[in-house]
């Protein structure tokens, strides 16, 4: 499953087909969610760093947990940021 912003979705939908596909015997199932995945209701999910400044992130773990109470299933959440934009980290302390 891929989720976008443009495309709404439900917490039920989602685990119907984790149900769908564990009848069918697979016991894995990949969703991929973007950043701005806002929650059911419409709300960004964000985190608040040390400076106090919010930046969008979490609604990985935010559907992980979600999805784990109504489907049962074990989740994991993998986060690839830079690593998957080809990008370097680069701590600049002035």
């Known amino acids: 499953m891929i989720l976008i912003p443009e495309i709404p979705y439900t917490i039920e939908s989602i685990c119907s087909k984790i149900r769908q596909r564990q ?3 697979k016991n894995y199932c990949l969703i991929i969610v973007s950043e701005a995945v806002c929650s059911e209701e419409g709300e960004a999910i964000t985190n608040t760093n040390v400076l106090g400044q919010r930046r969008l992130g979490g609604i990985g773990q935010y ?32």
Request: a neutral charge.
């Open 63 to 94: 559907l992980a947990d979600k999805i784990s109470l109504c489907s049962g299933a074990e989740t994991r959440v993998t986060v690839l940021g830079h690593t998957q934009r080809g990008g370097c980290l680069l701590l600049s302390i002035a």
């Open 23 to 25: 009848d069918q015997g």
